[in-house]
């Protein structure tokens, strides 16, 4: 009868790695099956991490910018309230605008309108990624041959000429639409990367044994493959975020932005409109053009941030 | 080539601490011995080999010194070591199939190898192709790429390359364990052939598998928990084995013709202890079968017999 | 009780899958309750492939496939779930069998909501304590941890265990101790021929010849998809006929005897299949009473 040493019930078992056998291959982004204990290593390292640790509060503090500050300005951003052109001073902390509307103001709403749309396109896209990635990778065959055709199509769809066909009919654009449009064009590198991880971890072994205890497909999607692949989806989303505020600014700075309302994107727009930069009204569009920038930088090093967390092949120990 | 280890103590850094993975290893190679090293997982044959040629950042060396033809290798130092490896100390590692690059084409490969030792490729191609003969591979091998070969043929070409240099000492880890039963049998007398056409000195072949260390080796060592538990000529490790590890190990072991019905193996209970705090004392001491008072004294690792070396209070 | 008739299977590779791989092809095989049956073949060999058609985890090409007489490939819902109370399958890499987020247990627990709805929980821990003490498992040490916490031989009788919780007639063991270590083998081997004592038959796939040997009433050598020689273990591994197995036999290394020991490899002899079917023809020639050969040109020409 075999017995485990039971000094540490958590230690790692000495005959850890198997006599001759190529390991398992890792996922790149999924936790490794051999050695300690998935979860608690995870916030070990993810604790001292400076890229993950210095990208959340970067993000966290834009956020709470974003939530506390409108409630201390007044409710329209777009009011005529000072005079026209200032520069920073007590009473507006950035300045005016070329119509005497307060910066600060349009600053935080618009920084509350951008995660907005960030989080929404953001969700649209991963939900829909997962869906069609999961269901090729999963079923193959047929199925995945016409998913990834998909897929494909939309990757190679010209951005730019669907937006505006699509700002030619629609006179009104809210921000939701505009969250919309993002996660329908967002989600195909989703698609591919979950449909290879499915893949690869549906030839697993655990997955054949749940086969044999009775599973049905949907339980064994969720169940035994997505939690695999949890530490990957995280990532997938923390990305989507980042690339969805940029896209919704690039959007809006281009004009294709929405019709109401105030964002970052729709600051830089106008400040281009009125000429902000050869005038020299610097706090018009320094202050959200920075914001974007380390925001979405932010997302971004988090991200490197969790790779190493999540991959114990880039850590450095 | 003669190879001294001195108490030689290997440490891997964890989270939780240092897994002693090799504590205190003592033994000699002489001069064209193969040496076979025997363990199962855990036991710190894998250590031993990559610590000799240090080809792990992970490792910490602690302790001990390793001598070569009487001067010390650096195996603390990872550049020291640089000038010594592939030259002096060569090793063809686990799963050396997976070492070739898959988008290079193989000659092209053995060409960049040889030239970062400033060794012009002109001037070893006669020679590589001597070697690929000796293996049974063909010379049209250069010119494909590594998916083209099965796995046997690759491990053949991880074999020639690593030991170009005819390097004084080969460390073999675990070179046939993906393999089928009759291409291990061609790749364990190709490697035996090197040292018999003096392309090597000597040779450390680590192996969880005893009886193809039989077939291959001229001494056994046998490992467990990072200690060295048995050292003897192979004929006489396997006629007279005096380290209880070994004896458990040898008729645990199922052969062709050996039957339930007629023989039921028994195999060892228990697992072996946790390197990380390991129990002081002979560390086999839980599932021994002949443990007693005495044990909880590590044993040393003395002569029992000619050449013949044991860690255990009851083989002396 | 299960039975393999002509069991071919074939796969479609290359881009727009133009090339065909056959990976079994015209399979005869037979398990008896209580045997053990030792499937042997090296890499490519289509040892797996078998077994994943005997565990319905594939569908052959062609051939038939029946257990207790029905067709294993024609069942669906809850004739599959039935067929999977009596077939069960344990595979080679322990912990790739286990889903390292959940704890091991949990492969005990997942064929429960299936196969035992109605049991409570209080005879549901009776039952899974009883079967890990069947395979002589202690339920304290392995219930409640992790598979890495666990070590390979107590992550394989789990999953044996697991099977007899069902009520398993036939287990397909494959490759089931390549990966564990030299001292846990035995006691696995050990438990799988205590089972079969019990009347559970095993088809246990392997590249080894002498583990093989050790556990089974019969073998059938398979190459490159085919079956070359099959019969009890005895004849088969004493009076080996086809070329391919006396290869085999004189390649394992063996304790106590070198290679260069063994005798010769080749069959000087005339093909013992042709022989008795100078035409040629499909299926194995009977050279002794349940001794059957194919014939010794049969995938000749291996490459290394």
Same mark, same amino acid.
């Given at each position: 009868?075999?017995?485990?040493?039971?000094?540490?019930?958590?230690?790692?078992?000495?005959?850890?790695?198997?006599?001759?056998?190529?390991?398992?291959?890792?996922?790149?982004?999924?936790?490794?099956?051999?050695?300690?204990?998935?979860?608690?290593?995870?916030?070990?390292?993810?604790?001292?991490?400076?890229?993950?640790?210095?990208?959340?509060?970067?993000?966290?503090?834009?956020?709470?910018?974003?939530?506390?500050?409108?409630?201390?300005?007044?409710?329209?951003?777009?009011?005529?309230?000072?005079?026209?052109?200032?520069?920073?001073?007590?009473?507006?902390?950035?300045?005016?605008?070329?119509?005497?509307?307060?910066?600060?103001?349009?600053?935080?709403?618009?920084?509350?309108?951008?995660?907005?749309?960030?989080?929404?396109?953001?969700?649209?896209?991963?939900?829909?990624?997962?869906?069609?990635?999961?269901?090729?990778?999963?079923?193959g065959?047929?199925?995945?041959?016409?998913?990834?055709?998909?897929?494909?199509?939309?990757?190679?769809?010209?951005?730019?000429?669907?937006?505006?066909?699509?700002?030619?009919?629609?006179?009104?654009? /809210?921000? &939701?639409? @505009?969250?919309?449009?993002?996660? #329908?064009?967002? *989600?195909? %590198?989703?698609?591919?990367?979950?449909? +290879?991880?499915?893949?690869?971890?549906?030839s697993?072994e655990?997955?054949d044994?749940?086969k044999l205890?009775?599973?049905?497909?949907?339980?064994?999607?969720?169940?035994?493959?997505?939690?695999?692949?949890?530490?990957?989806?995280?990532?997938?989303?923390?990305?989507?975020?980042?690339?969805?505020?940029?896209?919704?600014?690039?959007?809006?700075?281009?004009?294709?932005?929405?019709?109401?309302?105030?964002?970052?994107?729709?600051?830089? /727009?106008? &400040?281009? @409109?009125?000429?902000?930069?050869? #005038?020299?009204? *610097?706090? %018009?569009?320094?202050?959200?053009?920075? +914001?974007?920038?380390?925001?979405?930088?932010?997302?971004?090093?988090?991200?490197?941030?969790?790779?190493?967390?999540?991959?114990?092949?880039?850590?450095?120990? | 080539?003669?190879?001294?280890?001195?108490?030689?103590?290997?440490?891997?850094?964890?989270?939780?601490?240092?897994?002693?993975?090799?504590?205190?290893?003592?033994?000699?190679?002489?001069?064209?011995?193969?040496?076979?090293?025997?363990?199962?997982?855990?036991?710190?044959?894998?250590?031993?080999?990559?610590?000799?040629?240090?080809?792990?950042?992970?490792?910490?060396?602690?302790?001990?010194?390793?001598?070569?033809?009487?001067?010390?290798?650096?195996?603390?130092?990872?550049?020291?070591?640089?000038?010594?490896?592939?030259?002096?100390?060569?090793?063809?590692?686990?799963?050396?199939?997976?070492?070739?690059?898959?988008?290079?084409?193989?000659?092209?490969?053995?060409?960049?190898?040889?030239?970062?030792?400033?060794?012009?490729?002109?001037?070893?191609?006669?020679?590589?192709?001597?070697?690929?003969?000796?293996?049974?591979?063909?010379?049209?091998?250069?010119?494909?790429?590594?998916?083209?070969?099965?796995?046997?043929?690759?491990?053949?070409?991880?074999?020639?390359?690593?030991?170009?240099?005819?390097?004084?000492?080969?460390?073999?880890?675990?070179?046939?364990?993906?393999?089928d039963?009759?291409?291990?049998?061609?790749?364990?007398?190709?490697?035996?052939?090197?040292?018999?056409?003096?392309?090597?000195?000597?040779?450390?072949?680590?192996?969880?598998?005893?009886?193809?260390?039989?077939?291959?080796?001229?001494?056994?060592?046998?490992?467990?928990?990072?200690?060295?538990?048995?050292?003897?000529?192979?004929?006489?490790?396997?006629?007279?084995?005096?380290?209880?590890?070994?004896?458990?190990?040898?008729?645990?072991?199922?052969?062709?013709?050996?039957?339930?019905?007629?023989?039921?193996?028994?195999?060892?209970?228990?697992?072996?202890?946790?390197?990380?705090?390991?129990?002081?004392?002979?560390?086999?001491?839980?599932?021994?079968?002949?443990?007693?008072?005495?044990?909880?004294?590590?044993?040393?690792?003395?002569?029992?017999?000619?050449?013949?070396?044991?860690?255990?209070?009851?083989?002396? | 009780m299960l039975k393999l008739d002509g069991v071919s299977k074939t796969y479609r590779v290359g881009?727009?899958g133009?090339r065909s791989m056959t990976a079994v092809r015209d399979v005869d095989l037979e398990l008896?309750?209580?045997?053990?049956v030792s499937l042997i073949g090296e890499s490519g060999s289509g040892k797996s492939t078998i077994g994943r058609l005997i565990l319905r985890l594939i569908v052959p090409t062609s051939g038939e496939i029946t257990f207790?007489?029905?067709d294993v490939a024609a069942l669906?819902?809850?004739?599959?779930?039935?067929y999977?109370?009596?077939v069960?399958g344990?595979f080679q890499?322990?912990?790739?069998?286990?889903?390292?987020?959940?704890?091991?247990?949990?492969?005990?627990?997942?064929?429960?909501?299936?196969?035992?709805?109605?049991?409570?929980?209080?005879?549901?821990?009776?039952?899974?304590?009883?079967?890990?003490?069947?395979?002589?498992?202690?339920?304290?040490?392995?219930?409640?941890?992790?598979?890495?916490?666990?070590?390979?031989?107590?992550?394989?009788?789990?999953?044996?265990?697991?099977?007899?919780?069902?009520?398993?007639?036939l287990l397909v063991a494959d490759e089931?101790?390549?990966?564990?270590?030299?001292?846990?083998?035995?006691?696995?081997?050990?438990?799988?021929?205590?089972?079969?004592?019990?009347?559970?038959a095993v088809l246990f796939i392997t590249h080894?010849?002498?583990?093989g040997?050790?556990?089974s009433?019969r073998t059938v050598i398979l190459r490159r998809g085919s079956v070359v020689e099959r019969g009890?273990?005895?004849?088969v591994?004493?009076?080996?006929?086809h070329?391919y197995t006396?290869?085999l036999?004189?390649?394992?290394?063996?304790?106590?005897?070198?290679?260069?020991?063994?005798?010769?490899?080749?069959?000087?002899?005339?093909?013992?299949y042709?022989?008795?079917?100078?035409?040629?023809g499909p299926g194995l020639?009977?050279?002794?009473?349940?001794?059957f050969v194919a014939c010794?040109k049969l995938h000749e020409g291996r490459?290394?």
């Amino acid at each position: 009868m075999t017995t485990v040493n039971p000094a540490d019930p958590t230690e790692p078992a000495a005959s850890s790695m198997p006599p001759g056998e190529p390991p398992p291959a890792t996922v790149p982004g999924v936790a490794t099956v051999h050695g300690v204990p998935v979860r608690r290593e995870a916030l070990y390292f993810a604790r001292r991490n400076k890229k993950l640790v210095g990208g959340l509060a970067v993000v966290l503090a834009f956020l709470a910018l974003a939530l506390v500050g409108p409630l201390f300005v007044a409710d329209d951003p777009l009011a005529y309230v000072g005079p026209p052109a200032q520069p920073p001073s007590g009473t507006y902390w950035l300045g005016t605008t070329t119509f005497g509307q307060d910066v600060f103001a349009q600053f935080v709403h618009g920084l509350r309108a951008t995660f907005l749309v960030g989080i929404v396109g953001a969700l649209i896209a991963g939900v829909l990624g997962m869906v069609v990635g999961f269901t090729a990778g999963y079923r193959g065959g047929a199925v995945d041959e016409i998913l990834t055709m998909v897929t494909n199509v939309v990757l190679v769809l010209p951005v730019l000429a669907v937006l505006m066909i699509i700002a030619a009919y629609l006179q009104v654009r /809210n921000v &939701a639409v @505009q969250a919309v449009i993002i996660g #329908l064009f967002s *989600w195909p %590198w989703v698609a591919r990367a979950v449909r +290879a991880q499915t893949f690869s971890l549906r030839s697993r072994e655990f997955v054949d044994l749940a086969k044999l205890s009775g599973a049905p497909v949907r339980r064994i999607i969720f169940t035994e493959i997505a939690p695999n692949m949890a530490s990957y989806l995280f990532m997938v989303f923390i990305l989507l975020f980042g690339g969805a505020v940029l896209f919704a600014a690039t959007l809006d700075v281009i004009g294709l932005g929405p019709t109401d309302g105030i964002s970052l994107g729709l600051m830089l /727009n106008h &400040a281009k @409109q009125w000429s902000a930069m050869n #005038l020299g009204m *610097w706090w %018009w569009f320094i202050p959200p053009g920075l +914001a974007i920038t380390t925001v979405v930088g932010a997302f971004y090093i988090m991200n490197v941030g969790l790779d190493e967390v999540f991959n114990p092949k880039l850590r450095e120990m | 080539m003669t190879l001294s280890v001195s108490d030689l103590a290997v440490h891997y850094r964890t989270t939780r601490g240092d897994v002693r993975a090799l504590d205190g290893v003592s033994f000699g190679v002489a001069d064209r011995e193969i040496m076979g090293l025997v363990g199962e997982s855990g036991s710190g044959k894998t250590t031993l080999g990559k610590s000799l040629i240090r080809l792990d950042s992970r490792m910490r060396h602690v302790g001990g010194t390793v001598t070569l033809d009487g001067r010390e290798l650096p195996i603390g130092d990872d550049r020291a070591m640089n000038s010594f490896r592939f030259a002096e100390v060569s090793i063809v590692p686990q799963y050396a199939m997976s070492a070739l690059n898959p988008t290079r084409k193989i000659g092209r490969m053995v060409r960049e190898l040889v030239e970062s030792r400033k060794i012009r490729f002109a001037s070893v191609r006669a020679e590589l192709d001597r070697r690929l003969d000796l293996v049974g591979l063909d010379r049209a091998v250069l010119d494909r790429y590594p998916l083209e070969l099965s796995g046997g043929m690759k491990q053949r070409m991880v074999m020639v390359i690593s030991t170009l240099l005819n390097p004084a000492l080969l460390i073999a880890d675990e070179v046939t364990s993906a393999l089928d039963v009759s291409t291990q049998r061609a790749v364990a007398q190709a490697l035996v052939g090197f040292r018999d056409h003096d392309l090597v000195r000597s040779m450390i072949v680590i192996t969880h598998d005893f009886s193809l260390v039989y077939q291959m080796a001229d001494t056994i060592t046998v490992m467990y928990a990072g200690r060295l538990a048995e050292k003897a000529a192979t004929e006489t490790i396997v006629t007279t084995p005096r380290h209880p590890y070994t004896q458990q190990l040898i008729s645990a072991l199922p052969e062709v013709g050996v039957r339930y019905g007629g023989k039921r193996l028994s195999g060892i209970p228990g697992t072996p202890p946790s390197l990380l705090d390991p129990p002081p004392g002979c560390r086999f001491r839980d599932r021994c079968p002949l443990a007693f008072a005495k044990c909880v004294e590590e044993p040393p690792f003395v002569e029992v017999g000619p050449d013949h070396f044991a860690a255990c209070w009851k083989a002396q | 009780m299960l039975k393999l008739d002509g069991v071919s299977k074939t796969y479609r590779v290359g881009a727009f899958g133009r090339r065909s791989m056959t990976a079994v092809r015209d399979v005869d095989l037979e398990l008896r309750p209580g045997e053990v049956v030792s499937l042997i073949g090296e890499s490519g060999s289509g040892k797996s492939t078998i077994g994943r058609l005997i565990l319905r985890l594939i569908v052959p090409t062609s051939g038939e496939i029946t257990f207790g007489g029905s067709d294993v490939a024609a069942l669906r819902g809850g004739d599959l779930k039935e067929y999977y109370r009596h077939v069960q399958g344990v595979f080679q890499d322990p912990f790739s069998s286990y889903n390292p987020v959940f704890r091991a247990e949990r492969v005990l627990h997942m064929i429960r909501p299936a196969y035992f709805p109605g049991v409570s929980d209080a005879d549901w821990q009776v039952k899974v304590e009883e079967s890990l003490s069947a395979v002589s498992l202690n339920p304290g040490d392995v219930l409640g941890k992790y598979a890495h916490q666990l070590s390979g031989g107590q992550l394989q009788r789990m999953l044996i265990a697991r099977a007899l919780l069902l009520d398993v007639r036939l287990l397909v063991a494959d490759e089931v101790i390549s990966m564990l270590d030299a001292s846990t083998r035995i006691d696995v081997l050990n438990l799988l021929a205590d089972l079969k004592e019990r009347g559970l038959a095993v088809l246990f796939i392997t590249h080894d010849l002498s583990l093989g040997n050790y556990l089974s009433d019969r073998t059938v050598i398979l190459r490159r998809g085919s079956v070359v020689e099959r019969g009890a273990t005895g004849k088969v591994f004493g009076d080996p006929q086809h070329p391919y197995t006396r290869m085999l036999l004189s390649s394992v290394p063996r304790l106590g005897q070198r290679w260069s020991e063994l005798p010769a490899e080749s069959y000087a002899g005339e093909c013992r299949y042709h022989q008795r079917f100078p035409d040629g023809g499909p299926g194995l020639a009977q050279v002794d009473d349940d001794h059957f050969v194919a014939c010794f040109k049969l995938h000749e020409g291996r490459t290394v």
